[in-house]
C-alpha cells in the first residue's frame, strides 16, 4: 500500500468520523516523520498517547473554566497521537498485536474515565452548573458524579457486548449502511468538539446529561440488535 492510498479504516472514518477523520488523523500524520527520526516506536507512541490522554482528563476532573480549558486541549492531544500510532506502524512495518492491544486499552480507558471526570468537574465547580440539577430536582450537587459513573457503565457495556458479538459471530457489530449505526457512530464523533465547545461555554453539564441519554440508548439497541441478529444466524 502506497502512502497516499487509504486504509478501509480510513475510509470507515472518512464516511462516519469525519472528526477523526479530517482534523486528528491529519494532524498525527504530521507527527510521523517526527516520531521517525527519533527513533519512536508505535507501542511507546500509544503508551505515550494513553499517559497523555490520562493527564487531561485529570484536569478536566479538578474543575473550574481554565483547567477544564486545558484539560481538554490535552485530551486532544492524546487523541491525535492515538490516530498517530496506527498509521506509524504501518509505515514502519511495525503492526502487532500488543499494538492492537494497546490502542485497545486506551480506548476503554478513556471511555471508563472521561464522564466520571466531567461529573467531579461539574461538582467542584460553580461555573460549570448551566443547568442546576439540584435547584429543578432537589438532588444534591453529587448527583452529577453518579451520572458520570453511570455512564460510564453504559460505555464500558456497549463495547464488552459489542466485542463479544464480533467474536462470536466474527463480524463487526456495527455496519456503517445501517441508519441507526452511522447516526450513533456520527454523535459518538461529535464528542470531541462538544467537549471543547462546552469547556468553553461552562455547559458541562449539558454534556454529560446528553451522552447520559445517549448511551443508555445505545445499551439498550446494542443489547436488542445483537440478540436479534445472532438468532438470525443461528
Not at 476532573?61 to 481538554?72: A, D, K
Not at 439498550?220 to 441478529?229: D, E, F, G, W
Amino acid at each position: 500500500m502506497t502512502q497516499d492510498q487509504k486504509t478501509p479504516k480510513e475510509l470507515f472514518e472518512k464516511s462516519n468520523l469525519p472528526y477523526i477523520y479530517f482534523i486528528l488523523r491529519p494532524l498525527g500524520k504530521i507527527l510521523i516523520p517526527v516520531f521517525i527520526k527519533i527513533g519512536t516506536s508505535p507501542n511507546q507512541v500509544s503508551i505515550l498517547s494513553i499517559f497523555i490522554s490520562i493527564i487531561g482528563i485529570t484536569f478536566i476532573s479538578m474543575g473550574n473554566l481554565s483547567n477544564n480549558i486545558i484539560g481538554v486541549i490535552v485530551l486532544q492531544i492524546g487523541l491525535v497521537l492515538d490516530m498517530t500510532d496506527g498509521d506509524l506502524a504501518r509505515r514502519l512495518g511495525k503492526t502487532s498485536l500488543q499494538g492492537e492491544l494497546l490502542d485497545s486499552v486506551g480506548g476503554f480507558l478513556r471511555g471508563a474515565i472521561l464522564m466520571p471526570a466531567i461529573g467531579i468537574s461539574i461538582y467542584l465547580s460553580a461555573e460549570n452548573k448551566f443547568l442546576n440539577l439540584n435547584e429543578i430536582t432537589e438532588l444534591q450537587p453529587y448527583i452529577y458524579i453518579y451520572i458520570g459513573m453511570t455512564t460510564s457503565v453504559l460505555i464500558l457495556l456497549s463495547r464488552i457486548i459489542s466485542l463479544k458479538y464480533k467474536s462470536i459471530i466474527n463480524k463487526p457489530f456495527r455496519e456503517s449502511t445501517n441508519f441507526l449505526s452511522k447516526l450513533s457512530l456520527h454523535f459518538e464523533d461529535l464528542m470531541n468538539p462538544l467537549l471543547i465547545i462546552c469547556a468553553l461555554t461552562k455547559t458541562f453539564n449539558l454534556l454529560l446529561i446528553g451522552y447520559f441519554i445517549y448511551y443508555f440508548m445505545a445499551l439498550i439497541y446494542t443489547i436488542l440488535s445483537s440478540y436479534r441478529k445472532s438468532a438470525n444466524m443461528s
